[in-house]
């Protein structure tokens, strides 16, 4: 149950537009998937990553999901938002060539699985969305 | 000792003008600290990364040093290395007001931890760069 | 094969007297699947984690299995283990709600990411324990 | 440079009252620390861990501290945070004794350097606030 | 596609052939598996792993293959690797008792979550090979 | 305070010697520096890592240390544990040239940094012991 009576509309609405654009189908499947457990944490997916983080100007969305894709590929836990992060990736412009570059280069700094273990994820994703 | 009687000179090569173009000063002290220990690696160091993937034309070297700084960031074990890098993406391009907000981001990814460990050392290679 | 002749029966009996009261069930099947590839390994669990650790007065089990969900859900790459001590925290007196809050807490600490996985994690194991 | 003109008013109150009874003189030191490279990070740090996430009534401080201290320890790469948040668990009722408890059963889920780092932490908070 | 117009013959060659006599099977099924997405990191992973550090000669292939399967049950974030590599422990002379042992050490250094999800990699591993 | 009247005494004597031997003087330091904040915690440290694994027959202590010596170098978050097995490897037979092809290797499991950390450790390692 939110601790929050009145919420902050304009980091919320803001926040929800980021989403919609960046994460599409993917983001709005994970807030769905919240409503019964944790419909609070839904909310503060959307206010603080996307109505705080992502809405700054001072770093355009290409160059955040280049960040987003490398940072989770290196820490190599996170698959299901690896996944929605690549195909964010390509929502706002990166072209799959450029995914994978920046995939690949993870093998230097988190090891070769964890460069392996993103461009299968990368596979699946590229497969999903078509030729 | 070495296991290769003839080293790679094209790989080799090309790996030490990126290295010196992207990591400068700290770039070499890294590989004459290794100089006593492990001078094979040094070379590797010198063949993979920057021989291998950074000389790659696909993605250029300022989404590469978003990537790195923002995968190192995120692993949070590796603060030498971090620092190195917010150096190079400073080379390359990447503006202070830029990287920091790569390292913000890193706190919806990592933790806050994680991305106020990256805030100070960034603090401190700002410092070191003055102005 | 173990290499103990003589089992140290206090702390084996008292493990395993503690780890049937935490985890119930999903503990024994740990030990059970341990059985033909390390038999050893199962008796160290029970020894060393139940025996020693969880029987310690000084903290009470409410507050350790707050600990243990917190832990596996930062370092998310322990997802079954995750699963097993969101219920042993039900089975000690923690709420569904309760387990929800520590859940949502790690993404202040280990990310989004990390907060996610344990939701969905905590989802199914409330889904399995029904109503 | 902040891209909300009108700051969140609520959730930053509560979070820097949240932070002050909680962290301190060591949170006010992290938030000083922030002003010159990143002051907006300043605010999101007293906004969502501390105006949302703290100050949620489902859970209390201690737990909450009992959670975090947890997390940080097995996560092994946030000594200072860590520090910050044993002073913390003292602050808001946690016993010596029991922090050292929730330290020692990092071994199981982290491994024991883990834990020996944890340990070493806590030595250092302990004899700095003295007694 | 690669930016090696001449590839590296000998590191390459010698590369095949240890990955070949190590991994086998497996070992090509990855390679294979990158030929439509990254056949470039397929090289890489020939070349650098293989063919400069596995074909090196002052540690013997038993002692590679202890340190390999030792550090992905401790990372904890790479399962198809470490089956692999399980596989290529038993391909260069490790009987199943001495995997078992490095397994069940990590339970030491990373927490009994890893040591478990290892043993249990490694149960379907020599379930796959028979008797 | 222990809540073990009767030290498992087969145990403690056995890990103490092994730790003795292994460790020397490194390990007694670990110990000393835990009797003031927890001294049950050196107890455990002896009798589960020291008494039941290092001192199973089923895998000689070279196998082991180079165990040790890759998973924390890949772990990359412990860094005086890593400095006391670098030291342990010496102590039960490995080169300082096996050590160091180990640390290179890591490079390929858990990325460059790690490797350079672990080599720049037993830089100071193999420097304290001379010659």
């Given at each position: 149950m939110a601790n929050d009576k009145r919420p902050n509309d304009d980091r919320f609405e803001r926040g929800a537009r980021a989403l919609a654009s960046i994460d599409g189908h993917a983001g709005q499947k994970v807030v769905d998937a919240l409503a019964d457990i944790a419909p609070d944490f839904a909310r503060y997916l959307i206010e603080f990553p996307f109505g705080d983080i992502y809405s700054?100007?001072?770093?355009?969305l290409r160059a955040r999901e280049i960040a987003t894709i490398a940072a989770l590929t290196a820490m190599g836990n996170a698959a299901p938002q690896l996944k929605v992060h690549i195909q964010a990736g390509l929502n706002v412009g990166l072209t799959r060539e450029e995914v994978v570059e920046i995939l690949m280069q993870m093998a230097v700094y988190a090891g070769f699985p964890a460069a392996l273990n993103g461009l299968f994820a990368a596979k699946e994703v590229f497969a999903a969305r078509g030729g």
């Open positions: 700054r100007p001072g770093l355009d």
